[in-house]
T-cell receptor, first 116, second 114 residues
């Protein structure tokens, strides 16, 4: 299996520009998570989807952030407009179907975003 | 609310010595507990998890962790450290029956000195 795939791996943009991060979960996984990692705040859960439906977006910092999952094999995280404080590494993770909550989350390699 | 604490930001150990990375948690009921490792410029990799059963869990790369309910701890251990074990380690907790939301600790940077 190819694992969770994220693109781009690195993104450098200017303040005010729109940024779109992409994620392809592991085939057969039905839950998808977006995280943000910074030195100051550590690893934060932004939003997660179950069967393509957003379940909890309470971690999304502002209205400038939005996420979609149009099908089981693709999700996007969009920032519009971007700000320097959005600079971070953004991770996507996915898990298999299951109701117990014991399933392991598998992480992608991350997208390093730099907003100038 | 669930929480997890990694009391040490940094752990240094000599190669060949045993290592311990500490984790304590606070959650109602019997938790699911996870350890992940992150190498520089990489995503988090799953090491091991405790769901139920034997309190000693064995995982990847020779790591193991012991679930201690009375001390609400889940410390990560390895009998003999390697320089290649140097990385950032995260403990995570999820209450049973929850929708699949993990709470991560702040991470512990492990440095194994040659």
């Amino acid at each position: 299996d190819a694992g969770v795939i994220q693109s781009p791996r690195h993104e450098v943009t200017e303040m005010g520009q729109e940024v779109t991060l992409r994620c392809k979960p592991i085939s057969g996984h039905n839950s998808l998570f977006w995280y943000r990692q910074t030195m100051m705040r550590g690893l934060e859960l932004l939003i997660y989807f179950n069967n393509n439906v957003p379940i909890d977006d309470s971690g999304m910092p502002e209205d400038r952030f939005s996420a979609k999952m149009p099908n089981a094999s693709f999700s996007t995280l969009k920032i519009q407009p971007s700000e320097p404080r959005d600079s971070a590494v953004y991770f996507c993770a996915s898990t298999k179907p299951g109701t117990s909550g014991s399933n392991t989350q598998y992480f992608g390699p991350g997208t390093r975003l730099t907003v100038l | 609310a669930q929480s997890v604490a990694q009391p040490e930001d940094q752990v240094n150990v000599a190669e060949g010595n045993p290592l311990t990375v500490k984790c304590t948690y606070s959650v109602s009921g019997n938790p699911y507990l996870f350890w992940y490792v992150q190498y520089p410029n990489r995503g988090l990799q799953f090491l091991l998890k405790y769901i139920t059963g034997d309190n000693l869990v064995k995982g990847s790369y020779g790591f193991e962790a012991e679930f201690n309910k009375s001390q609400t701890s889940f410390h990560l251990k390895k009998p003999s450290a390697l320089v290649s074990d140097s990385a950032l380690y995260f403990c995570a907790v999820r209450p049973p029956g929850s929708a699949r939301q993990l709470t991560f600790g702040s991470g512990t940077q492990l440095t194994v000195l040659p």
